[in-house]
């Protein structure tokens, strides 16, 4: 199946620097993608929708610019968490979308990020 | 936002017994799905359900789409070990978007 790939798998960052997450799909061209975030034992929320070569869409309450997203080519989008801080520690996920029409989502594997 | 009720919350159960859980939601959703997630990774397709009273297999496991299109079930046969995990439901509307449910985080006593 397509496999979604994502980078790095785990990060530990000081408080007030930035982190870059990238997620590629490695198999097919991902028209879509898609950015989690899920806490501890708890389920995934949907932080925004990245579509290729324009803005990323941002759910209600996701800070535009606390979490910017870059969908620069159909195999990579990328999520930097600006000016970490300690809440902002938590698993992110993306997911990717392809070219066909049965709307299946590809997870990637999840990176989780820590801010000391 | 929308919301899925999933529950049960967790199961105990012992190896070889049956497994059910269901989610429910107030809103329509036309495709339903059923992840499982191991700890420190990302969820894994289960079954996906995209027709209003739709049951579909997939080994031991077998998910069905409720015909009010507001819930599903998805049951486990005849549990394994590698059973174990966290089993989220997930609802998908417009624009391919996926609603999660809170998940049901089964454990397996050998």
């Known amino acids: 199946g397509a496999v979604v790939s994502q980078h790095p798998s785990r990060v530990i960052c000081k408080s007030g620097t930035s982190v870059k997450i990238e997620c590629r799909s490695l198999d097919f061209q991902a028209t879509t993608m898609f950015w989690y975030r899920q806490f501890p034992k708890k389920s995934l929320m949907l932080m925004a929708t990245?579509?290729?070569?324009?803005?990323?869409?941002?759910e209600q309450g996701v800070e535009k610019d606390k979490f910017l997203i870059n969908h620069a080519s159909l195999t990579l989008s990328t999520l930097t968490v600006t000016s970490a801080h300690p809440e902002d520690s938590s698993f992110y996920i993306c997911s990717a979308a392809g070219y066909d029409n049965t709307g299946e989502l590809f997870f990637g594997e999840g990176s989780r990020l820590t801010v000391l | 936002g929308q919301q899925l009720n999933q529950s049960p919350q967790s199961m105990f159960i012992q190896e070889g017994e049956d497994v059910s859980m269901n989610c429910t939601s107030s809103?329509?959703?036309?495709?339903w799905l059923w992840y499982k997630q191991d700890p420190g990774e990302g969820p894994v397709l289960l079954i996906a359900?995209?027709?209003?009273?739709e049951l579909t297999s997939n080994g031991r496991l077998t998910a069905q789409f409720g015909i009010t299109r507001k819930d599903s079930f998805l049951n486990i046969s005849a549990s394994i070990p590698s059973d174990v995990g966290i089993y989220f439901c997930a609802g998908q509307g417009g624009a391919q978007k996926l609603v999660f449910g809170q998940g049901t985080r089964l454990t397996i006593n050998p």
């Open positions: 990245s579509n290729e070569g324009s803005k990323a869409t941002y």
């Open positions: 809103s329509i959703f036309n495709t």
């Open positions: 359900l995209y027709k209003a009273g």
